[in-house]
């Protein structure tokens, strides 16, 4: 059970908006961590997405994009593509009595319709 | 562009020593950044392993903590994992990473992952 709560599944036909929420504490997001997102498409290795909440790396679509309010982080995925299919995780840290570690949520599988 | 290799056996027997490594190219370890392991059991999410900078300072997940040993060798530019006592549940993909500023830092650049199976 992750300390990063997401959605098991989300769906969307072409060209709509989806969210994918990160439901988090006032130990991890809400501390005020970074949050980041990664995608990972079928028999891939995760690739980052989305940093410190809002950013993209280069040659990631502005189709993405990122949010954080509170204890909780969002994915908004606008004018989907059949190409989007794949494993959405979110990551923070989350303090311990041994320092900050890394965490990850459970992950979303998003399903283009 | 940075690129990650890793590398170590496919099956490890139950109660033994799981050992990678992971091969940087592109780039000196030396960089000032954080070098992660990330596995994922069959079916199932991300679990962090641990990190370590590339002048040996480390973090480990606290569920591993007592099983995990990062190590990092900046002369052949690579760092390693060891995890002690394994069973079936280690059965897993594992991947190396490399973590770019930030608190957390942001994986930015992955390994194609390896998969070990931990099996009599």
């Known amino acids: 059970q992750s300390v990063l709560t997401q959605p098991p599944s989300v769906s969307g036909a072409p060209g709509q908006r989806v969210t994918i929420s990160c439901t988090g504490s006032?130990?991890?997001?809400?501390?005020?961590?970074?949050v980041h997102w990664y995608q990972q498409l079928p028999g891939t290795a995760p690739k980052l997405l989305i940093y410190?909440?809002?950013n993209r790396p280069s040659g990631v679509p502005d189709r993405f994009s990122g949010s954080r309010s509170g204890t909780s982080a969002s994915l908004a995925i606008t004018g989907l593509q059949a190409e989007d299919e794949a494993d959405y995780y979110c990551?923070?840290?989350?303090?311990?009595?041994?320092?900050?570690?890394?965490?990850f949520g459970g992950g979303t599988k998003l399903t283009v319709l | 562009q940075v690129r990650l290799q890793e590398s170590g056996p496919g099956v490890v027997k139950p109660s033994g020593t799981l050992s990678l490594t992971c091969a940087v190219s592109?780039?000196?370890?030396?960089?000032?950044?954080?070098w992660s392991w990330v596995r994922q059991a069959p079916g199932k999410g991300l679990e962090w392993i641990g990190k370590?900078?590339?002048?040996?300072?480390?973090t480990y997940n606290p569920s591993l903590k007592s099983r995990v040993t990062i190590s990092v060798d900046t002369s052949k530019n690579q760092f390693s994992l060891n995890l002690s006592s394994v069973t079936a549940a280690d059965t897993a993909i594992y991947y190396c990473?490399?973590?770019?500023?930030?608190?957390?830092?942001?994986?930015?650049?992955w390994g194609q992952g390896t998969l070990v199976t931990v099996s009599s």
């Open positions: 990473a490399r973590g770019v500023g930030y608190s957390p830092p942001a994986f930015d650049s």
């Open positions: 592109g780039g000196p370890i030396s960089r000032g950044n954080w």
């Open positions: 370590i900078s590339h002048v040996g300072s480390t």
């Open positions: 006032s130990s991890n997001i809400g501390a005020g961590y970074d």
């Open positions: 410190t909440s809002n």
């Open positions: 990551q923070s840290h989350d303090s311990s009595l041994s320092g900050p570690h890394v965490i």
